[in-house]
């Protein structure tokens, strides 16, 4: 309530006087983890609008900005700018588009004056819920994902190719996995697939993500939803979706009342149990025995 106060103290006294006649989101719980400069992860919320972010960090140990990674540094900025961008008159797509021509502008900068150019600059998933003219607009960039109740069901948001190549990988990975051959090793004999998947970004038959980019078009996947009839709404990572989608911690079905008595942080707190029961991921096959994890809980009020 102290941060929906704070936002509209910000706005001219008519626009919140219009805002106060529609609906705005209430964010019930999240969390995120790790908690610090490391997490690629991102979450910003406002009443009117909730970023998801899911960076990917860059090749090499080579950085430009002064974050632990480029990728934080780019979630960051990212979802910042993007905000700035948003408002009721401007389409996604076109504020997505004006933050990673801003971005490209200010990472450009930064390379210019760093000591060594790095072999990549950082993307990012992005996941994006706003209220916009009298629905909630979704849209999807990457693997990040949205499960929602309507009319009393339980649906999902968030589709990409990367998660396809993923399975192919991890595909691969099982057949390579016997008791001579390590965690450590199958990845190395893998990286050679995951560096020709990571560069289908942005190109056609690829996948779609966000980027320090000059480009002026944008591809991603955008859905209007009925305000009136809407439940709870879960916005994640890929980390956090390994709840349902790998370790069978909970089901779709049952997820939002698992996160309403557990909280976000118990899930991840869960999540994480199973990850440290499977160090060498003999159990549940994955390229990233940790991923990091990220959720917010919310619905309409």
């Given amino acids: 309530m102290a941060r929906l106060a704070s936002y509209f103290l910000q706005l001219p006294l008519n626009q919140v006087e219009s805002l106060l006649l529609m609906a705005y989101f209430?964010?019930?719980?999240?969390?995120?983890?790790?908690?610090?400069?490391?997490?690629?992860?991102w979450i910003t919320?406002?009443?009117?609008?909730?970023?998801?972010?899911?960076?990917?960090?860059?090749?090499?140990?080579t950085r430009v900005s002064s974050c632990a990674n480029d990728a934080t540094w780019f979630v960051r900025r990212f979802a910042q700018v993007l905000m700035d961008h948003l408002d009721a008159s401007v389409p996604s797509d076109t504020a997505i588009v004006a933050a990673q021509q801003k971005l490209h502008r200010?990472?450009?900068a930064l390379v210019a004056q760093a000591p060594a150019k790095p072999l990549d600059k950082p993307f990012s998933c992005l996941g994006l819920a706003r209220i916009f003219e009298k629905s909630i607009e979704l849209v999807?960039?990457?693997?990040c994902s949205l499960l929602y109740e309507i009319d009393g069901r339980v649906a999902s948001f968030g589709y990409s190719t990367v998660t396809d190549l993923d399975h192919e990988v991890i595909s691969a990975f099982r057949k390579l996995r016997d008791p001579t051959v390590s965690y450590a090793a199958a990845f190395d004999m893998l990286?050679?697939?995951?560096?020709?998947?990571?560069?289908?970004?942005?190109?056609?038959?690829?996948?779609?993500?966000?980027?320090?980019?000059?480009?002026?078009?944008?591809q991603?996947?955008?859905?209007l939803l009925p305000i009136s009839a809407m439940g709870r709404l879960l916005a994640m990572s890929?980390?956090?979706?390994?709840?349902?989608?790998?370790?069978?911690?909970?089901?779709?079905?049952?997820?939002?009342?698992?996160?309403?008595?557990?909280?976000?942080?118990?899930i991840i707190s869960r999540i994480r149990s199973v990850e440290d029961s499977d160090p060498n991921a003999e159990q549940y096959p994955r390229l990233k025995l940790k991923d990091d994890a990220s959720a917010v809980l919310f619905s309409i009020a």
């Fill in 238 to 266: 890929d980390g956090f979706a390994r709840a349902f989608s790998l370790y069978g911690i909970s089901t779709l079905d049952n997820i939002f009342e698992l996160v309403e008595t557990e909280g976000v942080g118990g």
């Fill in 26 to 41: 209430r964010i019930l719980d999240q969390g995120t983890d790790p908690n610090g400069e490391v997490n690629a992860d």
């Fill in 220 to 223: 991603f996947e955008r859905v």
């Fill in 106 to 108: 200010e990472y450009e």
């Fill in 45 to 61: 919320t406002r009443p009117d609008c909730i970023i998801w972010m899911d960076g990917a960090t860059p090749f090499g140990s």
């Fill in 140 to 143: 999807n960039m990457g693997d």
């Fill in 191 to 218: 990286k050679p697939k995951l560096d020709k998947n990571r560069a289908k970004r942005n190109v056609q038959f690829g996948y779609n993500v966000v980027e320090p980019t000059d480009r002026e078009r944008i």
